[in-house]
């Protein structure tokens, strides 16, 4: 079996945790196709067998969790019919849902980076652990693309407007935010990884799935309580301004709220500001109106309409030309399609949106 994800089975009372390690750190433990289906695929041995109690997700190396998708792979793919892309995404997405819905206690290790792909997999568990080191963002309009890993259905179910900021400025947050917003469940210290393993082992666990998370949750709880973890705050302090931003229906006006807290004395709110104005324009426009379309939908609906998104931005959208500029020849001057979201086509709205 390839090494770019590690497997062990750890033992517990009366079976054994499944602890799954991704293991590219130089890449910061980006995402490929090979090891999103290396997960799946031991995931579904898991959840099938009696034995295995609860299932445990980290990466290899300090610095990240995940950094995200190897995104580089799907637009530099040559094949006219995008079928890098496709088998990426579909076999991404299926993950997702997956872990959404699967039977047993899934906990996820999010500290240092945890973006984008790595963001979704965090979301998709059912104990969402980040620590005083995790930096999270979805950072897809960067690189002219979209929040997806169900961005467009967990985002949405953050305290509006926050998830759409999040969505639109690639804003990072911290470990603390994340608990705040509700995208995180338990803050831990950075070194508590090895106590928490060793709590869930001698978990005594029961033959009921819900018993069993509220469980998995408790024994990192209780992990946190005896190695309480340092708080820091960067998104919450400023949460106010960032809302005021939003507080018109106006896509372009949002945009330009945003892109002017570059002129702010506050360094977060700068940064913000900055980082908005990096962004493909056209992507912020189809982000603001996918999030509308979707915003009642569950998440397969969500998931399904994102694939084909991500399909006709990989064909007509900023998506290479974003990769291109920020992770290929680096260049940071990506060629926008477009400059401003007022400017938008419609003709190339109706190809991009599903």
């Not at 899934?106 to 984008?116: D, E, H, N, Q, T």
């Not at 949750?217 to 705050?233: C, H, L, M, N, T």
């Not at 330009?256 to 056209?282: C, I, Y």
Request: with cysteine.
């Amino acid at each position: 079996m390839s090494d770019v994800v590690l497997f062990v089975e750890r033992p517990a009372e009366n079976g054994f945790i499944g602890h799954a390690t991704l293991n590219r750190p130089e890449k910061l433990n980006t995402l490929t196709t090979e090891m999103i289906a290396l997960l799946h695929q031991q995931f579904s041995v898991w959840a099938d067998d009696p034995a295995c109690k609860a299932v445990f997700l980290d990466g290899a190396g300090e610095k990240a969790f995940c950094a995200g998708g190897d995104v580089v792979a799907v637009t530099t793919d040559p094949s006219p019919d995008m079928a890098v892309g496709r088998e990426f995404f579909k076999t991404e997405y299926d993950l997702n849902f997956f872990m959404h819905t699967f039977p047993k206690p899934m906990l996820v290790w999010g500290g240092g980076i945890c973006m984008g792909g790595g963001f979704g997999l965090l979301q998709g568990s059912s104990t969402r652990i980040v620590s005083d080191t995790s930096r999270l963002a979805m950072p897809e309009l960067a690189i002219g693309f979209h929040p997806d890993v169900g961005g467009s259905w967990f985002l949405q179910r953050v305290s509006a407007p926050l998830g759409e900021v999040i969505a639109l400025t690639g804003v990072h947050f911290s470990g603390a935010d994340a608990v705040e917003l509700g995208l995180a469940d338990v803050l831990v210290a950075n070194d508590a990884k090895g106590a928490i393993l060793e709590a869930l082992s001698a978990t005594d666990w029961s033959e009921h799935a819900r018993a069993n998370r509220a469980f998995a949750e408790a024994a990192v709880r209780g992990v946190a309580a005896a190695q309480p973890p340092a708080i820091s705050y960067k998104m919450m302090p400023q949460r106010d301004r960032l809302a005021a931003c939003m507080h018109t229906p106006d896509f372009q006006e949002r945009w330009d709220n945003l892109v002017a807290l570059a002129q702010d004395e506050d360094p977060f709110l700068k940064r913000v500001g900055e980082g908005t104005s990096h962004g493909s324009p056209a992507s912020a426009f189809v982000v603001q109106s996918f999030f509308q379309r979707v915003r009642h939908a569950g998440l397969r609906d969500c998931l399904d309409a994102e694939l084909a998104l991500s399909m006709n931005l990989l064909e007509h959208g900023d998506f290479r030309e974003g990769v291109r500029a920020l992770l290929v020849d680096k260049d940071r001057s990506p060629n926008w399609a477009f400059k401003a979201i007022r400017e938008v086509d419609i003709d190339w709205i109706g190809k991009v949106l599903p």
